[in-house]
């Protein structure tokens, strides 16, 4: 038996029943036992968990014994890696089941090829029994017919291609030590697979494409009711990254959708994309936000409360810091203020630079020239002006812990919600931070100073991915 069939048998033989991880994108390659490849071209996958992508290298240009020879060798690797995350990730917590809503395709809540909506549900107990946290998944957008139609051919897009079994951790773990305010609450994560944060109304019967992203909010928050979040006394909205987004601007709905009488809470997670140029001067990510609003006909269904006050220009009620302003439920944001995916998105996206001078920069802060750093300086500037415009530094219902990190997404895993290598701001990890506010034990808000004065933040991971 060769080196990679044995390290794939040990690893499932250690999980029998358990071959779950946080990235199932991640899984499912491990489970193919193949790089996947569209166009001839390597994929890069898209989750705030990242494969290690330098794994994968083309050795075309290697001659064909060599080539070989060094294909088997990056294959054990990359199964040797999948061993090690799987068997890491079953130490964070319990593989939940999925649950398909296949009711919700009558009413027209369909993912974009047209399956069913899908969420994880794992019950809640004792204390925390009619406590209820809906935490939403990110994974980007897509802004056309082409990208879309792309996104429909994987589990961001389809339900028919998500695994059916998924690790809960962090915000969502059921372990006491690791998570003593929530453990024991409903704790439910939602797929995530229209494209549009949960806010598209469309249809495109020329392509068979789906953004009814709404609808699937609405469905999934109905199918929760009927299944005891109706008798919720505490109710918690969140999400990473796009879902993040999604908590922002779906979190006056969620508080309307539940009775008078329970508490809500929203909690956004990278979330907070702001509104600012490009290294080019130009506006990509104001345009790109107008194609996913345009395509997905989301207007409608964004807040009202920022949509009135937008004039001609109600799409841009996709950047929080437009739609916090009137917000009226509770918030509170987990960001880095040097947020990978808006440095490389935002700030220095490839299409503003066609000269690649920002590439080693985007990957690592590290490597930046002192004129790079200048740059990224000025924008942790104007992300923070945009959190105070926002009413977060001085509203008595809002809530942030904004660290120096060059991070993206930190509620998710136990390694940065709450362990001895969780970042810290103020003496306080995210964890802590966030339950002393949901429970008003104090009334909080970190704000960590200049990057690189912290040295509790992770390793910078750079070959993490561009999509959020």
Known sequence: M???????????????????????????LCQNHHTPTRNNKKLLFTSSTKPPHRLFRSAAAQPS??????????????????????????AEGASVGITYLQDAVAKGAVCLDGSPPAYHFDKGSGTGVNNWIVHIEGGGWCEDVETCLSRKKTDLGSSKLMVKQFGFSGLLSGQQKSNPDFYNWNRIKVRYCDGSSFTGDAVDPANNLFFRGHRIFEAIVADLLAKGMKNAKNAILSGCSAGGLAAILKCDRFRDLLPATTKVKCLSDAGFFIHAKDVSGGQHIENFYSKVAKLHGSVKNLPASCTSRMGARPELCFFPQYVVQTMKTPIFFVNSAYDSWQIKNILAPSAADKSKAWKDCKLDLKKCTPAQLKV??????????????????????????????????????????????????GNTKIAKAFGDWYYERSPLRKL???????????????ESGLDG
């Open 65 to 90: 014994k060599s080539r070989m020879i060094s294909a088997r060798f990056r294959q054990g690797l990359s199964l040797l890696a999948c061993v090690l995350t799987i068997l890491s990730l079953k």
């Open 448 to 462: 960590d100073c200049p990057y690189p004065c912290n040295p509790t933040c992770p390793k910078v991971d750079s």
């Open 376 to 425: 990224i300086q000025d924008f942790r500037t104007t992300f923070l002006l945009a959190i105070n415009r926002a009413g977060v530094l001085t509203s008595p219902t809002k809530g942030m812990f904004i660290d120096s990190c060059y991070a993206h997404c930190q509620i998710g895993r136990q390694i940065t919600w709450s362990s001895d290598s969780s970042p810290v701001v």
């Open 2 to 28: 060769d080196f990679t069939s044995t390290l794939w048998q040990l690893s499932w033989h250690a999980l029998p029943d358990e071959a779950y991880i946080w990235n199932q994108r991640w899984l499912r």
